[in-house]
Each structure stands twice: as structure tokens, then as C-alpha cells.
């Protein structure tokens, strides 16, 4: 800002302080304020450089106020204490009060000029909305006209729209009245004479013109078949119809055969030559032609592989060769079709290239390989065999016929499937590959119910032969002593249960080949596995009889060499040694038929591990077969259950039976009524229950390890309770003194501790009261209703226990107990 010179009071005459454009841009009312005030105060500018350039210096005072004074300075502070601290304050309020004046000049003015501003923006703003509505009422006008001139190119156009439609329609008419008239003319050509067909037009005749010459010879004859079909209801209502056409429809029939024909021959050669183009050509005018089928069928009928005789051959020689093996044949048809697919994709390329529709033609094609190539193979491979005279299992059998039928069938569904990969049209290729083995299919049930019949037929055969070859391996039965051919049966073999087991399951898996219903393969499934329970079941029941009849022969042997009364001591002795014979033959019978038992439950337990496992969700999804299953399950196993319940029967008979020619054998007057009773008594057990315990733990054995679970509880209770009866009729043959009482209190004890092996509560708790029965020997007469204060439900057998004292009619205890008892 320029200096400003001192003002006066009146306003006007002032110098100018402030100026307007003070006020503009960047204002700063610091920056307005330093540079009103700077020309006023030059004296405090000089005082700050002075004392900016004195500070630090020794000698000087510091102020309270943070000023600094030099001690030389003093005396002029003191001098200047009655002077004025700021002169120029004077000059400031002169200059604030002028620049106050001026700053409401300044407004004053700015305000005038503002309300000049406003007037004129009012004035302007009315007339630019004057002009707005001007130009609105100018648009509207602009729409409206905009709106009319569309409505009429609308209707000009649409009048043009239907001036063209009427043009090309008859423009239509006249191209159709010409094409008629030219079909009119060539009609009339061919409907000259019969059989003649010189006079036609050249264009007939002219081999560039071939496509076109087919068109119209198709359309002739379509417009004269109609016009024939037309006039048929007329003659037969009586009225006359239009004649004439008969002789074209005939001659045009004629020239479409010949030019047929004709482009027959040209595709043929141009196939020869690997003309692709030429064969299109044809191809595509042939397609006129009954929508080409005739030059379809004529090109896949020419094809090599259907004609050639040495490839037919060569398929058979392939596959069969000179012996017919599963895996030889798989082998064989995996290399066929893969060659047949092979060629079918090299003639789906040239299809494609050629025909118009190529899906068409591929349709034909796959056809005429499943028809006629696949076909051909599968009637030289697949010779149904006879049921009533089959092949021997040296040949294969039915199972051969079997495993090649999987085999060719897996391997068409995959050839069919290839085939669809490469492309058939709308052919169903693989129900048509289905179809091929249909006759197959329905009689298969029946072929492999006989296979697996024929199968077990000849395990069975293998096994009796190998039984025979162990049993007399130089062609004589070796007999031990007391042996015959009932202690060498044929023994039941799981490991034969376990192969019908798996015929059985390669016959499921080729129902599930063979049946895509759930309902069919579940009806074939059941067959098959009821064909398994009765071999397997018919097998384990045969070796249970035939076990049984090692039990029933030695039983007969125990009959035929029991001992008399009287007789000779040489006699007895060789009675007695020919019973032990039968004792040893029942023993070895007994192990046999145990044996038996256990193979039998290990084949019963494969044949419900496989019903589990692969059976039962085959046949669940249909309502019923499940169950239907199950039952016949059961059913069949309770056959082999009652052979073997009558086996277990007939065993407990045989260790009874030697139990009591040892009891009676070994067993002394003397062991229970010793003649020096009262004497040092024997603990031991006497030699004849030494010798039962001894022969039952022997023989039981085999029962321990054959039986489990329920069945080995059944068996073992029944034993013990029969053991029970015997013992106490054994015993009911004796009298016994206190010392021959307590003898058998030691036989029963011993007999007790073995029979608790059974895990038999019933059987322990009758042992116990024998034990307790056994008292009535030991105790004197007095005590004897004592005894059985506690246990009344023994007083029964304690009457026959008692009978058997030495000492029942001398202490006439009978008459003692009934009135005690009674009372």
C-alpha cells in the first residue's frame, strides 16, 4: 500500500486510505492492519533491530517484562520517566478513525450498487421467462407437427407395405403360373405315348442338368399321382372323371427309375474313385428320390465288411480259433468290435461328407452291423445246448455255454455303446443289441438252474470217488477192529459247500447282467438261490444220514454182543471183547457225526453270510421276495436241523450206552457195601466212575469243539439229565452200608464236577440233590427225617434211596418213616 498522508476531518477532503480492492482475492485483515499502522511506528521497527542486535551482550539487565537494558542506559531510563511511553498513539486513533469513515463510505456504496445489480437482474430475469414461455408454446407447436408427420409416414408406409405385398404376391403368381406352365408342357411330354420317352425335352437328357431334370420329373409325378388320387371318388360315384394322366405317371415312374439308377451308377463309381465331392453331388440329388433311401441302403449295402465273405470268416476264426475258453473268446470279441468300430468312424467321416442327412445313413449303417455282422457271430458262438442230454463237464458243460452268453453280451452292450459314442442317429442301438440276445434270455433261467444242478452232480461225483480212493486206496477196505464201511463215510466238506457257494454267486452275477428289471432279477435271483439251498441243504442232510448210519451200525453191534447171564467164562470173555469193539465203532461214529455237526453249522453259516451279503439287497426292492426268501431259507434248513437233532439223539443213546456196560462192567457188590464197614474208608472215587468220567471227557471232546451256543447247551442238558437216570437206575441195582454210602457221596461228587463243564444249571441242581440223597446211607435211622426238613421235594426218591439200605428191613424203617411222614 502507498504511504498515506495525514487526514483531515472532513471526509472528502481525506486521502485515500482504504480502496476497495483492498478487499478482494485473499483477504487478510492482519496483512490490511500492518500496513495502516507501519508508517506511523518507525521508532519501535528501530528499537527491535537495536535490541535484536545488543542481546547476549555482558553488562545487561534483563526486565520483569523479558526486555534487557545495558547499565550505560540507566540514567537515560531515568530521565525519560516523565516523557510519553507511546507518542504515536495519537496519529493511530487519527488514522482508525478516518479509515472507520471511510470503510462506511465504502459500504454506502458497495449497497448502491448492489440495489443498481438487483434491478437489473430483475429486469433481465423477466424477460428470459417471458422468452421461456415464448419457446415452450414454440415447442408443443414443434411436437404437434412432429406427431402429424409421423401419423402420415405411418400411413404411407403401411399403404407401401401392402403395395409391396400385392406386388410380390402376384409376383408369386406369375413365377408359379410360369412354373406351371413349363410342368403343363413337360407334362404333356411325358404323357405322349407309353414307354416313350425319345421326345422329351433335352433338358431330361442332359447329364449337367441332372439335379434339375429331378426336381421337375418329382414334381410331375407328384401333381399326376394327385390328380389321379383326386379323380378315383369320382368313378366310383359314377360320374366322369379326367383321363389322360395314367400314361404319364407311368412314363415318369419309368425315367425316375432310370435316372436312379443312372446316379446309382455315378455314385458307385465316384465311390470306387474316393470322389467325395461327385458322391455329394449324387447323394444329394438322390435324396429327391423317396427322401433318399434307396442311395442310403445302396451305399451300405456296398460297404466290404458286408460283403466280403474272407472278413465273415475271419470274425468266426478270430473268436473261436480252435477251442471255445471264456477269456479266449472275451479276448477275440474285444478285438472284433473294436475293429468293427473302428471302420464304422472311418465310414461315419465319409457320411458325413457326402450324404445330406448323414444321421440317416448312420441309423442304416449300425443297424446292418447288429443285424447282420454281430448277428452272424453270435449264432456260431452261441449254441444253445440240450437240457435232457447236456454237455459233460470234461467239454465245459452248461457253465461254458453260460460264461461265453456273459461274456459276448458284456461286450455287445459295450460295442453298442461305442457305437452311440460315434454316432447312429435316432437308432435305439443299444435296445437293438438287446433284442440280439433275447432268445437267450428268456430260457436262461433254466440253463442256469442245469448248470449249477450239473456242477453239483459232479462235485458230488469227485467227492465220492476221492472218499472211495481214501477209504481203499489198494481196491480193499481196510478194517480195523470192529470197523465196517459205516466208520469211512463220505465226510461233509465246507470247502465244498463254499465252491457251490460260489457257482452260486457267479449265476447272481449274470442275472444281474442279464435282467434290467428290478422284479425279473429279483424272480431269477431267488431261483438261483433256491436251486443253492436245495444242493446245499440235500449235501449237509445226506451227510448227516450218512453219519447217523455210522451211529445206527454200531448201536446194532452193541445189540448183537450183550452179554447173558449164563454163559461160559470163555464165551463171556469173547462177548466182552466183541463189545468193546462196538464200544470203540460207537466212539469213532460219535467224533464222525460231531465232525459232521460242525461242518454242517460252518456250510448253514456261509450260506447266511452270503444271503446277507449279496441275496437280500437284490431282493428288497420288490415287495415280498425278501420274505418269500427267508422262508424258504428256513424251510430248507429245518430238514438239515432234524437230521441233526435225530444224529444228536442217536449220540447222547450211544455214550449211554457205553456208560452203563462200564458201569455194569466195572462197577463191584463190594465198592458200597464193603463187608469191613466201619474200617479206614477209601476217598477215592470207585474204578467204574473213574472209568465214565474218564470215557465222557474223552468223547466229549469232539462235542465241545463241533457244537456252540444254543445247540451245545441243548445237547449237554440233555446228556446230563440222561447221565442223571442212568446213574440213579444204576445205582438202584445195590445196597449200601454207611461206608459204601460214603463211597458214592465220592462217585456222586466226582460225577458233579464233570457235568458242571455243561454250563447245565438244571443238571448241577439235580447232582446236588444227589448228593444230598446220598446222606440217607451215611446218617443212623433216627436221624433220617432230618435230612429233608429243608428239601421235602427229594422225599420221593429219598423213599427209594432208603429201600437200598443194608439195614431197611432190620430197623424197620419203612414203618418208621411212613408214620413220620404221614404225620
Not at 131 to 150: I, M, P, Q
Not at 177 to 185: D, F, G, N
Not at 272 to 300: D, P, W
Not at 783 to 791: A, K, N, P, R
Amino acid at each position: 500500500m502507498p504511504p498515506r498522508k495525514s487526514k483531515t476531518s472532513s471526509v472528502s477532503s481525506l486521502p485515500v486510505i482504504l480502496n476497495i480492492d483492498d478487499f478482494k482475492g485473499d483477504f487478510s485483515f492482519d496483512a490490511l492492519f500492518g500496513n495502516l499502522v507501519n508508517e506511523h511506528l518507525p521508532s519501535l521497527r528501530e528499537d527491535e533491530v537495536d535490541s535484536a542486535d545488543g542481546h547476549g551482550i555482558g553488562g545487561t539487565d534483563a526486565l520483569p517484562n523479558g526486555h534487557t537494558r545495558t547499565t550505560s542506559d540507566a540514567t537515560k531510563v531515568a530521565q525519560g520517566l516523565n516523557a510519553p511511553l507511546f507518542p504515536e498513539v495519537d496519529a493511530l486513533l487519527s488514522l482508525f478513525k478516518d479509515s472507520c469513515k471511510e470503510l462506511i463510505e465504502l459500504r454506502k456504496q458497495i449497497d448502491g450498487k448492489l440495489n443498481s445489480l438487483k434491478k437489473e437482474v430483475s429486469t433481465e430475469d423477466a424477460k428470459h421467462r417471458k422468452t421461456l414461455t415464448e419457446l415452450e408454446k414454440g415447442v408443443d407447436g414443434l411436437f404437434n407437427s412432429f406427431a402429424r408427420l409421423d401419423s402420415r409416414i405411418s400411413s404411407v408406409g403401411q399403404t407401401a407395405a401392402k403395395v409391396g405385398d400385392h406386388l410380390q404376391s402376384a409376383d408369386a403368381q406369375r413365377e408359379t403360373a410360369s412354373q406351371t406352365i413349363e410342368l403343363v408342357k413337360y407334362l404333356m411330354e411325358f404323357n405322349s405315348s407309353p414307354g416313350d420317352l425319345t421326345k422329351l425335352s433335352p433338358l431330361f437328357s442332359d447329364d449337367s442338368r441332372v439335379a434339375e431334370a429331378a426336381s421337375i420329373a418329382q414334381k410331375l409325378r407328384s401333381f399326376a399321382e394327385e390328380d389321379i388320387s383326386r379323380a378315383m371318388p369320382s368313378v366310383a360315384s359314377g360320374t366322369t372323371a379326367s383321363r389322360g394322366l395314367e400314361t404319364a405317371v407311368g412314363n415318369l415312374q419309368e425315367y425316375c427309375n432310370e435316372l436312379e439308377n443312372r446316379l446309382l451308377a455315378r455314385f458307385d463309381a465316384a465311390s470306387q474313385r474316393r470322389e467325395l465331392s461327385t458322391m455329394s453331388e449324387c447323394a444329394k440329388i438322390l435324396s429327391q428320390f423317396n427322401r433318399g433311401t434307396s442311395a442310403m441302403q445302396h451305399y451300405v449295402a456296398t460297404r466290404p465288411m458286408f460283403i466280403d465273405v474272407e472278413v465273415m470268416n475271419s470274425d468266426a476264426n478270430l473268436v473261436l480259433g480252435d477251442r471255445v475258453s471264456p477269456n479266449y473268446v472275451a479276448r477275440g470279441v474285444s478285438k472284433l468290435y473294436k475293429d468293427i468300430t473302428d471302420t464304422v468312424r472311418k465310414e461315419a467321416a465319409t457320411i458325413m461328407a457326402v450324404f445330406p442327412s448323414p444321421n440317416d445313413v448312420m441309423s442304416i449303417l449300425v443297424q446292418r452291423v447288429l443285424e447282420q455282422r454281430v448277428t452272424s457271430l453270435l449264432d456260431k458262438l452261441l449254441e444253445k445246448p440240450s437240457l435232457a442230454h447236456p454237455r459233460p463237464m470234461e467239454e465245459g458243460g452248461i457253465l461254458l455255454y453260460l460264461r461265453v452268453l456273459a461274456v459276448s453280451y458284456e461286450k455287445t452292450q459295450e460295442l453298442a455303446r461305442d457305437l452311440r459314442a460315434v454316432g447312429c442317429g435316432d437308432l435305439d442301438v443299444e435296445g437293438l443289441a438287446e433284442s440280439l440276445f433275447s432268445s437267450h434270455k428268456d430260457e436262461y433261467p433254466d440253463y442256469e438252474k442245469s448248470s449249477l444242478s450239473q456242477l453239483c452232480q459232479a462235485k458230488l461225483e469227485e467227492l465220492r470217488v476221492e472218499s472211495q480212493r481214501v477209504c481203499d486206496p489198494n481196491g480193499t477196505i481196510g478194517r480195523s477192529k470192529g470197523a465196517s464201511m459205516a466208520s469211512f463215510p463220505q465226510e461233509i466238506s465246507v470247502a465244498a459247500a463254499t465252491e457251490f457257494v460260489q457257482w452260486n454267486e457267479e449265476a447272481i452275477s449274470r442275472c444281474t447282467l442279464f435282467s434290467s428289471l428290478p422284479v425279473t432279477l429279483a424272480t431269477n435271483v431267488r431261483a438261483v438261490f433256491t436251486c443253492l439251498l436245495g444242493q446245499v441243504i440235500k449235501y449237509i442232510t445226506d451227510g448227516l444220514e450218512r453219519a447217523r448210519d455210522g451211529l445206527t451200525e454200531a448201536a446194532s453191534l452193541r445189540e448183537r454182543f450183550v452179554i447173558g447171564t449164563s454163559v461160559s467164562r470163555r464165551v463171556a470173555a469173547a462177548a466182552t471183547s466183541q463189545a468193546e469193539a462196538a464200544a470203540a465203532a460207537g466212539e469213532t461214529s460219535f467224533k464222525a457225526f460231531m465232525v459232521a455237526v460242525q461242518r454242517s453249522g460252518s456250510s448253514v453259516a456261509i450260506i447266511h453270510q452270503y444271503f446277507a451279503n449279496s441275496i437280500s439287497r437284490l431282493l428288497l426292492p420288490v415287495d415280498g421276495a425278501h420274505a418269500a426268501a427267508c422262508e424258504e431259507m428256513a424251510t430248507a434248513m429245518s430238514s438239515a436241523e432234524g437230521a441233526a437233532c435225530k444224529g444228536l439223539q442217536q449220540c447222547i443213546e450211544t455214550l449211554m450206552a457205553e456208560v452203563e456196560r462200564l458201569l455194569t462192567a466195572e462197577q463191584k457188590t463190594a465198592d458200597y457195601h464193603p463187608p469191613d464197614d466201619g474200617m479206614i474208608h477209601d476217598h477215592r472215587p470207585t474204578n467204574a466212575c473213574t472209568r465214565v468220567v474218564s470215557y465222557l471227557s474223552r468223547v466229549l471232546e469232539a462235542a465241545f469243539t463241533a457244537l456252540e451256543g444254543l445247540n451245545k447247551q441243548a445237547f449237554l442238558t440233555e446228556l446230563g439229565n440222561n447221565l442223571y437216570k442212568g446213574l440213579i437206575n444204576h445205582w438202584m441195582k445195590f445196597t449200601f452200608n454207611p461206608s459204601g454210602g460214603l463211597r458214592l457221596k465220592r462217585d456222586i461228587t466226582e460225577y458233579g464236577e464233570f457235568v458242571r463243564s455243561f454250563n447245565a444249571p438244571s443238571v448241577d441242581e439235580k447232582f446236588e440233590l444227589l448228593g444230598i440223597l446220598a446222606n440217607v446211607f451215611i446218617v443212623a435211622p433216627e436221624s433220617l427225617s432230618s435230612l429233608f426238613e429243608g428239601t421235602p421235594s427229594i422225599r420221593k426218591d429219598a423213599q427209594r434211596f432208603i429201600q437200598l439200605r443194608d439195614d431197611y428191613k432190620s430197623e424197620k424203617l419203612a414203618s418208621r418213616l411212613s408214620s413220620l411222614w404221614s404225620s
